[in-house]
């Protein structure tokens, strides 16, 4: 028969044993606990932290205005891609915050800062907003005024004091390297069976500084061709609202599929019907540093591409920084690159999007936490679905679901909220802010 102390002191031990064991498996085997260091990040994607959440008034939502830039064919997709400064405008900026339009004409940007929600309101819609790509520190908002009335602003974060206004177009972006903004609208054009929207007059006015007497580009360089027929290459011969535009502008042809790339604060490429065109900004006035046939496209932020005719039958192709005319010849075991789109995302060794179209070999990871956001947060979505009608309206397949890996963030609004989470560090994550930061 076994004593009753050796009884207790055995029933003791193993309850000591037991609360260490409790106490200590969170910890990892390199701390002195019992468990693996890190759970596999697949086991994770279940559960994502949420940093900050923003509640939505009653008709107020993540949209803008029904204005898109002059070269986007198509209404882009409200997530966008991974958010960069070629894309179009998305009201989902970066991992910082979101621009609203609510009823009566209201809106505001509302930007997460210091563990609070800092508002920047405005009188009137918002047809695009941006925050600069390179520092954050800058907000970019074109404001519809009134019909076919519209202007930008400058506006300074976190303190949201105006830098600049001025009336301008439907739309503003930034340049790649975020020291300028690009701004314009369509020119009126006399005359019949010409379209009205065939004159496209640009600006371009810095972030800091002063932009100077107002310039406009003569297309006189000597070694190239004049310009186009009735464009208008003189200050008088711009409307009222053209000749009241500040900034170094320029006036190009333009019809529908044209494109335009503002890739430095002093360089943009244009590609239309004609061909293309590469303009430097020197001396405060745009002028030409190149142009030819064939289709031009960009490969973001590696280089541009040109695909160009040698004869009737015969098509060569072509490389060519983004930020100076250099072009080389690209082999021709090279693969077919794919149609342009502002979702590619290029580097050395090939090109993917957000969606996880992919050209060449790029050693990259296939997304997987879209699908996990969309799970996890159905069930918010069902819940905001009984709480508001309009929710239904707003997204009737699910929550919307806005990918911002190169921050390892992603936005989700549910219906009556927004959510904004981090994603999990996954190989792909890392690859992506390596990449594009």
Same mark, same amino acid.
């Given at each position: 028969?076994i004593?009753?102390?050796?009884?207790?002191?055995?029933?003791f031990?193993a309850a000591?044993?037991l609360l260490?064991a409790v106490?200590q498996?969170p910890?990892?085997?390199s701390?002195?606990g019992?468990? =693996?260091t890190?759970?596999?990040?697949?086991?994770?994607?279940?559960s994502?932290?949420?940093?900050?959440e923003?509640?939505?008034?009653?008709?107020w939502s993540p949209r803008f205005?029904g204005?898109?830039?002059p070269?986007?064919?198509e209404a882009?997709?409200?997530?966008?891609?991974?958010?960069t400064?070629w894309?179009? !405008?998305?009201?989902?900026?970066?991992?910082?915050?979101?621009a609203?339009n609510g009823?009566?004409?209201?809106?505001e940007?509302?930007l997460?800062?210091?563990l609070e929600?800092?508002?920047y309101r405005?009188?009137?819609?918002?047809?695009?907003a941006?925050?600069d790509?390179v520092?954050?520190?800058r907000l970019l908002v074109?404001?519809q005024m009134?019909p076919a009335?519209f202007?930008?602003?400058?506006?300074?974060?976190?303190?949201?004091?105006?830098?600049?206004?001025?009336?301008s177009?439907?739309?503003?972006?930034f340049?790649?390297?975020?020291k300028? =903004?690009l701004?314009g609208?369509f020119?009126p054009?006399?005359?019949r069976?010409e379209?009205r929207?065939?004159?496209?007059?640009?600006?371009?006015?810095?972030?800091d500084g002063?932009?100077?007497e107002?310039?406009l580009a003569?297309?006189?360089?000597?070694?190239?061709?004049g310009p186009?027929?009735?464009?208008a290459?003189?200050?008088?011969?711009?409307s009222?609202d053209g000749q009241?535009l500040?900034?170094?502008r320029?006036?190009?042809p333009w019809? !529908?599929?044209d494109?335009?790339?503002?890739s430095r604060?002093?360089?943009l490429?244009?590609?239309g019907?004609?061909?293309?065109?590469?303009?430097a900004l020197?001396?405060g006035q745009w002028?030409r540093?190149?142009?030819?046939p064939?289709?031009?496209?960009?490969?973001?932020p590696?280089?541009?591409?040109?695909v160009?005719?040698?004869?009737a039958d015969?098509?060569?192709r072509k490389l060519?920084p983004v930020d100076?005319l250099?072009w080389?010849?690209?082999p021709d075991?090279?693969q077919?690159?794919p149609?342009?789109?502002? =979702?590619?995302?290029w580097h050395?060794?090939? !090109?993917?999007?957000?969606w996880?179209?992919?050209?060449?070999?790029t050693?990259l990871?296939?997304?997987r936490?879209?699908k996990?956001?969309?799970?996890a947060?159905?069930?918010?979505?069902?819940?905001?679905t009984?709480?508001?009608?309009?929710?239904?309206?707003?997204?009737?397949?699910?929550?919307e679901? =806005?990918l911002?890996?190169?921050a390892?963030?992603a936005w989700i609004?549910?219906?009556?909220?927004?959510?904004l989470?981090?994603?999990?560090?996954?190989?792909?994550?890392?690859?992506?802010?390596?990449?594009?930061?």
């Open positions: 028969m004593p009753q102390r050796y009884i207790i002191a055995t029933l031990i000591m044993l260490f106490v498996a910890r990892p085997v701390a002195g019992v468990t =693996a890190e759970a596999p990040a697949l086991m994770n994607l279940g994502f932290e949420l940093l900050a923003f509640r939505m008034e009653e008709a205005q204005a898109q830039d070269d986007q064919s882009w997709p409200f997530e966008g891609g991974f958010g400064p894309e179009p !405008a998305s009201p989902y900026l970066s991992d910082q915050g979101l609203l009823p009566q004409g209201h809106s940007v509302v997460w800062r210091g929600w800092r508002h405005f009188d009137a819609p918002l047809c695009s941006r925050l790509p520092k954050g520190n074109t404001l009134g009335r202007e930008t602003r400058l506006l300074e974060v976190p303190e949201g004091r105006v830098l600049w206004s001025t009336q177009g439907p739309w503003s972006r340049s790649w390297d975020g300028a =903004a701004l609208f020119e054009v006399e005359g069976g379209s929207e065939a004159r496209l007059l640009l600006s371009v006015l810095p972030l002063d932009p100077g107002p310039s003569a297309w006189d360089e000597a070694d190239l061709p186009p027929r009735g464009l290459t003189k200050a008088e011969a711009l009222e009241d500040p900034g170094a320029l006036v190009i019809h !529908a599929g494109r335009l790339w503002f604060r002093d360089w490429w244009h590609s019907l004609g061909g293309w065109t590469a303009w020197e001396r002028r540093q190149g142009q030819g064939g289709l031009l496209s960009a490969h973001p590696q280089e541009m591409a040109l160009e005719p040698l004869n015969t098509m060569t060519s100076r250099a080389q010849p690209v075991a090279t077919p690159w149609a342009w789109d502002p =979702a590619w995302v050395e060794e090939g !090109a993917f999007d957000a996880d179209q992919r050209w060449s070999d050693k990871p296939p997304e936490q879209r996990s956001l969309l799970e947060y159905r069930s918010d979505w069902r819940a905001a009984g709480l508001r009608v309009s929710v239904k309206g707003w997204l009737p397949r699910g929550p679901v =806005a911002r890996e190169p390892g963030a609004w549910v219906g009556d909220r927004v959510l989470v981090r994603l999990v560090e996954v190989e792909r994550v890392r690859f992506l802010r390596k990449l594009l930061r």
